[in-house]
């Protein structure tokens, strides 16, 4: 038996939207611990894992270990149907090949009672959320999914330390790597003391972005910090930043973790519940023409 | 002579915009009751049906009956050069195959007076709206349309009890319709005295909404209510459910009547004006595979 | 040495965006009096001309006059890459095929201090404001462009008297070329002391726009005024006018000139710094077909 209830149903509209792009079919794992995902973009050159906690769903229940395949399409377009306020049930037998999404609106209670409402789900007590959703519930839809089989091959990513952490809005990471994709097709990602600069070269020229260290700011979502053993500077295709940015919603910053030897981490954290990252090999540069 | 004068001219852009998906040419038939129209689709397949009363509009003056024929494209280019909040006036000699479109935009007007302008327009008292309006007028378009002879059959509609009549908001069932698309090509409505059940099948899975009956809500606009004799559940196809939805802007609430031997009705109210009604007939489920 | 700063960088974003659709290589022609640009339409049939005076920059260093070859379309992408908040710097050695550009974000500041920076900007004391960003950017970008050879003749525009000149709101304009053209491709522009009326003839039937003069309004970028010695009317290709009202963001008003014997000139005003022209000879209309 699996069965899990999320208050914020969007979390998983919006995990589904940031990934169904780079990965066409995948197996999501559940286990006592929480819900997880691991795959390869079709390509093979990027790597996508998500977590989402247990002790992040209001309910959690998963009597054993199951992989349950699935097409994201077809996964979008089921969660098309849910509304961003709703609250999300997703339900298996264990031996069954369907899985069951269950959207309940709580539409009409929101109007009336919209501040309230609002402090609640603020003070993330899930509970007293669920009792007052429920009296006032009056639209509620279910859908079966049918589950495939999939074959995946699961990597150890092994913890790294990396040369440089850069953590800045996650809003102006997707702006840059949208700049500067109308000027080249590979941005080289250079961090030092003072920032980092995002560089590209295109037939129409060349650009350079720099974001200084910033940490004099009001909130802290807004902040640009760096830290850095040694300096690094590694070359990337845009495409798959960009495709990296559909996360941007999940979270208001991201964080770009680098070494020069290892794949570059791209991760959006999800509010108590755990990430979203991104993986992806540098670009090895053996003249100036590649970049 | 044909004279008549529509403070709410954005009534006129919507109703014109709900049917030209369905109906390609159509006549608008006027006589001292009102204009009033009848159309099938060009499947023959859903009918259409408009009443706007004369006395809604703040001028009404139709000498004798007169069948105009339209192109609801054409239509539809000419009055999106009215703005929303543009009094329209329509005329027509008897004799003449001529329909003039006057606009008269209140802009300035709005701009200094807006909060009074307002006023009066919700007390509904035309006459005094016309005066004000009239003073200050700095734009008036005139546009000419030939008009075109169209053979059709005026079908009798005979007034008939349903079974099952649900009344719920006109953006929940515009959303519903959407969403079950996405799953599958029709959709069963049931009614049963605990509320309305859409479902739809499709290649990725079943979907089912329930919309619970509701009356406790502030708004009655908001409120979903079911007069049920005996529970009905008849089959649509999903695409001129989704047709019929491009009315919500005219209503903010959607009646749905059902019986069992008689094509679904989907009313939209056209506040102290009239309706815009859509005839379906219930597609017959030889066996599983057609739902 | 050419060195211009602009602290509001979106009217350079704006001029770009107006024009390209019209011009796609262009020269501009930098000397001490400022940025200006003269260019025909592929066709031949429209001119542009642009004037940005050095004033109305808040730095501005051109030691010898140089005309810069661009792509505009080139220009537009990387001028894309800019926020509407930006300052913009334009860079440029003598004798240098390359032009830089550099884009300064005030993003933070504003959002800590924002009605104070709105205050100072609307005072156009620009020094302070300068000052003021410049302590806090914390985002920096620059792209350099390759400038091209473009031969160019540079037409004399003789200073002429118009028999009729049309001030009216910019986005009056724009709706009512946009609205005729869902009926006709060619206006006729008609002026008398009464109004301006705007006339087209095509397929579906015929229709006049009439804007009367009205000075009564609150602001006067709402009013619509009419200078007139004598009655004109001509016709213009719709489609021109269209592209010209993609100027319409640089400024609330649009002042239309014309004389039975010279060009139409459409004009946009750049506050504090120079306007946008537009040159189109009338369509002589040998008969009714031609309107």
């Known amino acids: 038996m699996f069965e899990v209830r999320l208050v914020q149903g969007s979390v998983l509209k919006k995990v589904v939207e940031a990934i169904r792009e780079l990965v066409t079919d995948a197996n999501f794992d559940c286990s006592s611990t929480g819900l997880s995902l691991q795959a390869m973009d079709s390509s093979?050159?990027?790597?996508v894992a998500l977590l989402l906690r247990s002790d992040g769903f209001e309910h959690f229940r998963c009597d054993r270990n199951v992989s349950m395949g699935m097409n994201l399409a077809n996964v979008s377009k089921i969660l098309r149907t849910a509304g961003n306020d709703?609250?999300?049930t997703l339900k298996?037998?264990?031996?069954?090949d369907?899985?069951?999404?269950m959207f309940e609106s709580p539409r009409l209670l929101y109007l009336e009672k919209g501040p309230i409402l609002a402090e609640i789900l603020q003070s993330s007590d899930f509970s007293v959320t669920y009792i007052c959703f429920d009296l006032d519930q009056d639209r509620i839809s279910d859908i079966e999914m049918k589950l495939m089989d999939i074959?995946?091959?699961?990597?150890?990513?092994p913890d790294a330390e990396y040369e440089a952490v850069v953590k800045m809005p996650s809003q102006e990471f997707l702006r840059i790597c949208k700049d500067l994709s109308n000027i080249g097709d590979t941005v080289v990602i250079s961090v030092t003391k003072e920032g980092v600069?995002?560089?590209?070269?295109?037939d129409i020229g060349?650009?350079?972005?720099v974001c200084r260290q910033n940490t004099t700011v009001d909130k802290p979502e807004d902040s640009t910090?760096?830290?850095m053993k040694e300096p690094v500077s590694l070359t990337f295709a845009l495409r798959y930043m960009n495709s990296f940015t559909k996360a941007t919603s999940l979270s208001s910053s991201v964080t770009i973790s680098m070494s020069s030897d290892l794949p570059i981490v791209v991760e959006y954290k999800i509010a108590d519940m755990g990430y979203l990252r991104f993986y992806l090999a540098p670009k090895i540069e053996d003249d100036e023409d590649q970049a």
Chains 1, 2, 3 share one sequence.
Request: glycine fraction near 8%; charge should be negative.
């Open 151 to 157: 074959k995946s091959e699961h990597l150890g990513i």
């Open 44 to 47: 093979h050159v990027a790597l």
């Open 92 to 96: 298996a037998d264990d031996d069954g």
């Open 86 to 88: 709703d609250i999300i």
């Open 225 to 227: 910090t760096i830290q």
């Open 206 to 209: 060349n650009a350079n972005i």
């Open 197 to 202: 600069k995002f560089s590209t070269r295109g």
């Open 98 to 101: 369907v899985l069951t999404f």
